[in-house]
């Protein structure tokens, strides 16, 4: 089994910085893809970054927040500066994992727990 773990979230004014951070742990032969996604109150969960071997972001963050990856630590970061009240949300780690499942290698879908992000003042 394969858990991810999300910090870094809390309050911020607006303008401010935040840095999330998400590790992957288990039986992790290799992952393909990670990214953050985020829902918003009344909103359906939107993508904010992805990162493969390129990286993509959502057009309302573009320029304000960054995504990197450690792979040694199976970690993935999201660096969020000039936070705007419309960031507001929780945001979920998302990651696509090969894995050990008994004696198959196979390659699911996992999301973390999710961690609140306020932007206010």
């Known amino acids: 089994q394969v858990q991810l773990v999300e910090s870094g979230g809390g309050l911020m004014q607006p303008g401010g910085s935040l840095r999330l951070s998400c590790a992957a742990s288990g039986s992790i032969i290799a992952i393909n893809a990670m990214g953050w996604y985020r829902q918003a109150p009344g909103k359906e969960r939107e993508l904010v970054a992805r990162?493969?071997?390129?990286?993509d972001y959502a057009d309302s963050v573009k320029g304000r927040f960054t995504i990197s990856r450690d792979t040694a630590k199976n970690t993935v970061y999201l660096q969020m500066n000039i936070l705007k009240p419309d960031d507001t949300a929780v945001y979920y780690c998302?990651?696509?994992?090969?894995?050990?499942?008994?004696?198959?290698?196979?390659?699911?879908?996992?999301w973390g727990q999710g961690t609140q992000v306020t932007v206010s003042s």
């Open positions: 990162i493969t071997s390129s990286t």
């Open positions: 998302n990651a696509y994992v090969m894995a050990w499942q008994g004696s198959r290698m196979r390659t699911s879908e996992y």
